[in-house]
């Protein structure tokens, strides 16, 4: 997702910049040892979560990447919606 439309769904949470932080705190999390961060979700998919960010994510092992399935927003309590 382009980091304007995390800012966009930051802001919208009243913290600009805490979606952006939060990913790029998962980047690095995930670039370092990605098979001991998160939970197992079956098969080879793991979730994490940083809030307010949360990712299911996938290690391919031969290739040493990490293949992020899916990313959202998660709001706060008494932030509305």
Same mark, same amino acid.
């Given at each position: 997702?382009p980091?304007?439309?995390w800012s966009?769904s930051?802001t919208a949470a009243?913290?600009?910049? $805490?979606?952006?932080q939060a990913?790029? $705190?998962?980047?690095?999390l995930?670039?370092?040892?990605p098979?001991l961060?998160?939970?197992s979700?079956?098969g080879?998919?793991?979730?994490?979560?940083?809030?307010?960010?949360?990712?299911?994510?996938?290690?391919?092992?031969? $290739?040493?990447?990490v293949?992020?399935?899916?990313?959202?927003?998660i709001?706060?309590?008494?932030t509305?919606g």
């Amino acid at each position: 997702m382009p980091s304007g439309d995390w800012s966009k769904s930051g802001t919208a949470a009243g913290k600009p910049d $805490a979606g952006i932080q939060a990913f790029d $705190a998962i980047e690095q999390l995930l670039t370092d040892n990605p098979e001991l961060q998160g939970e197992s979700r079956g098969g080879q998919r793991r979730i994490l979560i940083i809030p307010p960010v949360g990712v299911l994510f996938r290690i391919i092992q031969d $290739a040493a990447q990490v293949l992020i399935i899916d990313a959202w927003m998660i709001r706060s309590r008494g932030t509305g919606g």
